[in-house]
């Protein structure tokens, strides 16, 4: 009996060391997922750049001209972007209201914090990146 509780113990502190990586794990794909999707992303555009010079074996006239479409091409998205943002939020704002009428107030007040943590980290992504990455844009 001794023998199979120690074993017991052991596999239950095993089980909540994998539920514990997996929920840290989830935690950081998560962030990692809202961080890709709401930053401005220079890198990618080096890489285009890049991809494209080497692929095609660019000239540095032609570099020049294809780096100008790139970025004005960038900025035309991210205009865009900025236009459609208000239907957006409001598909999501109705996709939230309709979540609320099923669930408990209990969980709507988790799904109100976590929506409210989503928006912080976006905002706190969007001032901080350039200053943090260290990597210039080559479309400034």
């Not at 113990?9 to 060391?17: V, Y």
């Not at 100008?68 to 900025?75: A, G, L, N, P, W």
């Not at 914090?113 to 479309?139: F, H, T, V």
């Amino acid at each position: 009996m001794k023998k199979f509780k120690l074993w017991g113990g052991l596999f239950a502190l095993f089980c909540s060391g994998v539920f514990l990586g997996l929920q840290v794990s989830w935690r950081i794909a998560e962030d990692k997922a809202i961080e890709n999707l709401t930053r401005e992303q220079p890198r990618v555009l080096k890489s285009i750049i890049r991809k494209l010079d080497r692929e095609l074996a660019l000239s540095d006239t032609q570099r020049k001209r294809i780096e100008e479409i790139v970025c004005r091409t960038h900025r035309e998205l991210l205009a865009f972007r900025d236009r459609i943002r208000p239907d957006r939020e409001r598909i999501i704002q109705q996709s939230i209201d309709a979540m609320k009428a099923e669930i408990s107030p209990e969980q709507q007040k988790k799904l109100d914090a976590l929506r409210e943590r989503i928006k912080s980290r976006r905002a706190q992504g969007k001032m901080s990146y350039k200053e943090s990455s260290g990597e210039n844009d080559p479309c400034e």
